[in-house]
C-alpha cells in the first residue's frame, strides 16, 4: 500500500469514484464517506458512496445521506457504480469481510482501491494506496487532514463540516476518549471558524431518538444487565424477543453498551444482542484492557483498544457462558 499522499496530486482530475464502508454504518463510517463524497464532488468527479447494508435512521439528517445507495437494498445498481468506478475509497474499515455480503465483489474489482481508516490490523495487501492510523480519534479527522494535507482546506463549506464534526463526536465520545488530541481540537476550532453550528448537530445526534428506544433501554438495564464486581465487568444479553417488543431497527442500540460504564470501577462492559443471523458483540473497557486482542481471541472480532466488536453464530445462551469463561481467564488484566 503506496502512502495516501500520492494520490493528492491526481485529486483535481475528474474521475468516477465509489465509496464505501463498513456494514450498519455508524456517525464517523457515514460522516467520513459523505464529508469526501461533497469534497470529491467539487473536482467535478462522479462520485457515489455505497453502504454495505443499512444504517441507523437517525443518521438520514446528514447532508448527502438521501444519494447513499444501500447495496443490500439496490445490488444492481451498487454493482453498476463499483464497476464502472476508477477509484474506490474503503474508509472506517481495514478488511473486506466488514462489508459483508459486499465482500466478494469488493475483492473482484481491479480498479484502485484507497484505504483511510483508523482501525487495528488493516489488511494492507488488499488496497493500492492509503493511510491507516490507530491514533486517529476517528476516520473524519482523517477526511480532515486528507482535505487539508492535500491543500483543498478552501473547499470545506458546511456539509463537510456537518459530517466532520458528527463522526469526530461520535468517535470521541464527545471529547472523552483519550483519542481526543489537541489536532481533534484544532480541527473543530476550525470548523467552528468556517461557520459550522455545533449544537445542530448534537441534537441531531444525542435528541433524535423515538419513545422505543428509551423504553428499550430502560428495560435492558433493568433486566438484562449482569455486573461481576470481582471481575469489574458489566455485562449486557439482549435477547431477540426483547428487539421484537420494542420494534428495535438498525442503530437503536447503540449508544447502551456505555451506561454500564458510569458504574464506579468498571473496567470493562460487553454487550450482545441477539441478531438473526448472529450474535453481535460490543467491548468498551477504560484504562489499560485491550478490547480489540480480547474480541479478535474470542469472538472473531477487533477494532480499537478502548472500543472494539465481535461476532458469533452460537446461540445467546452458549456466547454468554464463553464469555463468563474468558472474563475469568483474564481476570488478572481485570483487576
Ligand atoms: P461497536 O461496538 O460500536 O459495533 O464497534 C466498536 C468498534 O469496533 C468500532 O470501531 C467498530 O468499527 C469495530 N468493530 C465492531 N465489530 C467489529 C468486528 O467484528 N471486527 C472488527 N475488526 N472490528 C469491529
Ligand atoms: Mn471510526
Known sequence: MKPIQEIYPQLAQPRNVAITTHQKPDADAMGSSLALFHFLKQFGDNVTVISPTNWAQWLDWMPGCDEVIDFEFNPAKANEMLDSAD???CLDFNIFHRTKTMTEKLKQLHCTKILIDHHREPDEPSFDYGISDYGKSSTCEMIYDLITGSGYAD???????????????????????????????????????RGLQHSKIHENLFDNFLE???????????????VFY???????????????????????????????QTIRGIKLVAMVIDRDEERKWSFRSKGDFD?????????????????????????????????KEAIKENKSLLQ
Open 87 to 89: 477509484w474506490l475509497f
Open 155 to 193: 473547499k470545506i463549506n458546511e456539509a463537510i463540516s456537518e459530517c466532520i464534526y458528527a463522526g469526530v463526536i461520535a468517535d470521541t465520545g464527545s471529547f472523552r476518549f483519550p483519542s481526543s488530541s489537541s489536532s481533534v481540537h484544532h480541527l473543530v476550532a476550525d470548523l467552528k471558524s
Open 212 to 226: 422505543n428506544k428509551l423504553r428499550f433501554t430502560g428495560h435492558v438495564l433493568l433486566h438484562r444487565m449482569q
Open 230 to 260: 470481582d471481575y469489574n465487568t458489566a455485562l449486557v444479553a439482549v435477547p431477540k424477543s426483547d428487539l421484537l417488543k420494542y420494534h428495535i431497527k438498525t442503530g437503536d442500540t447503540e449508544g447502551l453498551v456505555n451506561y454500564p
Open 291 to 323: 478490547c480489540n486482542t480480547f474480541a479478535r481471541k474470542y469472538f472473531e472480532g477487533g477494532g480499537h483498544f478502548n472500543a472494539a466488536g465481535g461476532r458469533t453464530t452460537d446461540s445467546l445462551d452458549v456466547t454468554v457462558q464463553k464469555f
